[in-house]
């Protein structure tokens, strides 16, 4: 067996550093699931999250490396795996709901739980998708794959959903290899569950199951913290042939980090693992317990995710499935998605030396987790060496601004600290001390200097059509009805000119949401110029880097980068070439970049969609929308303090563009 697992461990690392065989999942159209209003501009699971982890993944270039996949719906007998038909019949009943006030008193029935009109095809979506990737995995299609997939699952249980989960994502395609697709050879389980919160329904889908290892760790404070109760407790390790096979590890607190779920890896998991010997690995993904999370309180940072990763990897020749589950800070849960996806393609995680320990309560949690295993796994028996478990003096963690890249930095953390709001922070307030103001100009990348002294102007036909709203994306901040502030741009000058002009170009409202403004369509120009349409633009002369960072934050991207998304190179080539479609923001909504001629000897620019993109949206993929009121009326207002139109006719101007076919 030993012999074995040396050549499938060989498997799972990529040869003369080529990439491995990674498969994506992401579809927007589970973004169609969200919290109703007012709840839904505060509440954590939002449809967000995915879209910071896959416009991250685009960015940083590494989804180019991946395979797409495209979603699937799930099959009702594939449900029937692991739900009741009372359960299924209930999901699938939710889209039928026809007011937002029944569906809500439909969800006031369970924990944690709310319905929109797309929860019913975003929940059959998530259940599908990540079948379809532990399929391509069993297949040998892949080598390994993530399923960037919302509504989570872990907490839906046989029969009721809860902890915002409707389905049971990884427990119905862990039932579906095992008892569906025999053929492919996949006949025991590794199922890691990392996400903060205990995967109470994944547990007892499999606690009798002895092909599945069910490993969870998790915050438990006592049976305190969410799902509650006594199922999360080490002493919880199945029944009957699954005896042994269901593994807790149930933190006393919170504030863990790297150093505390390395020594579990390396003390529980990792020796467990080795002798139960998987055919495949299912990851729980959940990065809720990444630093500066709202719900979690831990504080793994992207680094800590790469390497427990990276020992997973060793078994099943690399064969894992990663399927998100929880995780609800953006940054955290885009810098932690965009560590492991690096980990699958590369085969391992970068070297990096850490001087964190865990806390003492950790080696307790490990001493008891290895004393009730040890009974089905001789291997954790014995204790651990006192040299090792007295290191316990500090933990490590990164921390950044919220729209930053991290930093290294060293947190001594108190035992005696006994509650979350003495460590956990918000990340603005956990920054790097500079000398001062010239050391901090040397960190400045130079293309920012190259891109300050060359001008642009901005053609806006949107929400920054209204001066104030621009200037958010300038100086940071919101405006009236805004859901949530913008950064701003690094450079916070005053735009050196405003002139309004209008071009032959189509206005259109199109997608389901945004973070920005809530359910609505946002606008679009058409690329394509048309003598019969007439836009109104409003064009601001900034800085190319200005510029920049408004493509940026237009597809929420971080601004902290090495590398601008388009150089004085590519302002000559748009000339010649009048639309670019910048690469590393191919996964964002105003990717396009169009050229409008110039002003003054001025290039004149906008970003909008692709055409491919307008033929998305005509042929229904996504949707045509009419925009929210607060955000038409932005644009009305904006149009009528420029002096464009009166009211009533930018009311009908609006209107138009909203209702006129494309």
Known sequence: MESNGEIESSLSRSNG??????????????????????????????PDRILAIWSLLNSSGLAKRCIILKAKDVEDNHLAL???KKHISLIKSISSVNSESKRSRLAARFNSIYFSEGSTEAASLAAGSVIEAAEKVAKGELDSAFAIVRPPGHHAEEGEPMGFCLYNNVAIATSYLLNERRDLGINKILIVDWDVHHGNGTQKMFYKDPRVLFFSVHRYDSGTFYPSGHDGSYIMTGEDSGAGHNINVPWEHGRCGDADYLA???????????????DMIIVSAGFDAAIGD????????????????????????????MALEGGYNLNSIATSARACVDVLLHGKAPNVVSEAYPFASTWRVIQEVRRELST?????????????????????????????????????????????????LPLSNLKIDLDSQDQEAKMKPSWRSELSKVDVWYATYGSNMKMARFRCYIEGGQIEGMR?????????????????????????????????????GVAFLHPNSNAQEKAHLCLYKITLEQFNDVLFQENSLNLETSHPLFDSAALQTIQTEKSISVELVQGGWYHNL????????????????????????MSGKFPINPPCKEYANTLITGLVEGEQLSEEEASAYIQEASSKPL
């Open 264 to 278: 579990v890896w390396d003390n529980i998991l990792i020796p467990v693992a080795k002798e139960f010997y998987p």
């Open 82 to 84: 692991v739900h009741t």
């Open 294 to 321: 709202p719900l979690g309180g831990c504080c793994i940072t992207p680094h800590g995710y790469s390497i427990m990763l990276d020992k997973l990897m060793e078994f099943a020749g690399g064969k894992i499935v």
């Open 484 to 520: 949530r502030p913008c950064v701003g741009s690094m450079d916070k000058s005053k735009p050196k000119g405003i002139i309004w002009k209008t071009f032959p170009h189509r206005l259109f409202f199109a997608r389901e949401r945004t973070a920005t403004w809530g359910p609505g």
């Open 17 to 46: 550093g080529e990439d491995r065989r990674v498969g994506l999942i992401f579809d927007e159209r589970m973004c169609k699931h969200y919290a109703p209003a007012p709840a839904e501009e505060h509440h954590p699971e939002c």
């Open 376 to 424: 089905y796994w001789p291997v954790l028996g014995g204790e651990l060496p006192e040299k090792t478990i007295n290191k316990t003096t500090q933990i490590a963690v990164l921390s950044s601004d919220s729209e930053g890249e991290t930093e290294d930095i060293v947190l001594a953390v108190p035992e005696e600290v006994l509650t979350i709001d003495d460590v956990i």
């Open 594 to 617: 169009v050229y409008l001629g110039n002003e003054g000897g001025t290039p004149v620019l906008t970003m909008t969609c692709s055409l491919s993109d307008v033929d998305d949206f």
